[in-house]
């Protein structure tokens, strides 16, 4: 399972933050009415568009978050073609969701002196290869705190008349960071309330004029998912006992519980309450892994770096608890 952290090593220069976006439309505009992708009126109803793009190329968690936006912009586009954007190491995640008709991939990792231009790059190659021929009506990018992943570029350059966002002044931080982005979208929104970040991504449909039933969060899995947690957790020693997820890892350290109360509770789970552990994280962390594992004995199953993101959820499936750290496999269990 891939918990790669934020990584906002990438943020640019200040200068070339400015002036991106700039050149972005000097350059784009005149191309995108060549390709008759701009012109007509501003549409101000969702029920409104036909095809449209979603733009969410962060972590875990925020694309977790992000489920019940999926479901809810599926009900009220019953008839729509919609196309999700995420980096390369969340496909997995999102590889089955019934609400969109296509997952793309965009990877916003660079480094180095033209790492700005790499990024460009490949946002421009991703539109020209998979998006204009699609026409977007709409794009629409629901991360409300700052884009460090490029995201407003991949939505402006996917051709989209109409683009949706967060507007810089949301966040004070976002609003130092992402201030010239604003140009490129359309369409922004300056709901600066504190609130859970699913109904952030909820306020984006309701601003649009949509409507919302429910928050609930969802996780899709597939029967060789299903097959690898049996095969992996479900033998003769666990069948009768209670089956407790662990999460010890985490991006910062100073998130993560010490792995010392993991193995005290750990210990107490299976000596008190009957208990079965089994721990999962990243290939990253696999050294917190080996040091429950060393600690608890057969008691533990470890699956760190040992699964994909939808066997992990597979597995989290026939938990009756999760214990652990604030992280990607945290709102995996929560969904």
Known sequence: MNLVGRGKAVGTHALNRAVSPSIARII??????FLRMRGGAVRKELAQAKRVVVVRLDEIGDVVLTTPFLRELRRNLSEAW????????????VQLCPYVNEVVTYDWSAAGHFSELRRHWRALRLARTCFWRRRFDV?????????????????????????????????????????????????????????HEVERNLDVIRLLGGTVRSAGLEAWVGPEDRAFAAARICDEHVKNTRLIALGPGGRDRKRRWPVENFVELGAHLVRDCGARLVVLGAASEAALGSALEQELGD????????TSLRQATAVLERC????????????????
Not at 299 to 306: D, F, R
């Open 28 to 33: 784009g505009e005149p191309v995108f009415w």
């Open 82 to 93: 919609i196309t999700l954007v995420v980096k390369p190491q969340v496909y997995n995640l």
């Open 139 to 195: 794009a629409i990018v629901p991360r409300w705190d700052v884009d460090w992943y490029h995201a407003a570029f991949v939505a402006y350059l996917s051709g989209a008349r109409d683009r949706v966002a967060y507007a810089a002044d949301v966040l004070e931080r976002k609003a130092r960071v992402n201030s010239c982005y604003d140009r490129l979208y359309t369409k922004r929104l300056h709901e600066r309330t504190v609130k």
């Open 299 to 306: 008691a533990l199953v470890n699956l760190v770096g040992k």
């Open 320 to 335: 009756v608890m999760y214990v652990g750290n604030d992280y990607g496999v945290k709102h995996l269990a929560a969904a």
